[in-house]
């Protein structure tokens, strides 16, 4: 049986992974991906392997800090 599955039958997060072998969270991300599988929802899988970026853009030498126009520096 899969997580959605033993969740469907009345088992909590902490039940299932101890079950499984899983942490709770990745129980819990599993759940939902599979719930959404079901549903038609791909939205996930297309982000699945979109880059996470952290900074935006890095702050140039010589640019005024916490004043008007300026960007804050962050520390």
Do not use: W
């Not at 970026?53 to 300026?70: A, D, E, L, M, S």
């Amino acid at each position: 049986m899969n997580a959605l599955q033993l969740f469907r039958t009345g088992r909590d997060y902490i039940e299932i992974a101890a079950m499984l072998g899983m942490s709770v969270p990745s129980v819990e991300i599993e759940i939902h991906r599979l719930r959404s599988a079901e549903k038609g929802d791909t939205a996930q899988q297309d982000h699945a392997g979109a880059e996470i970026r952290r900074f935006p853009h890095r702050i140039q030498p010589g640019t005024p800090v916490n004043f008007f126009g300026g960007q804050r520096r962050r520390g």
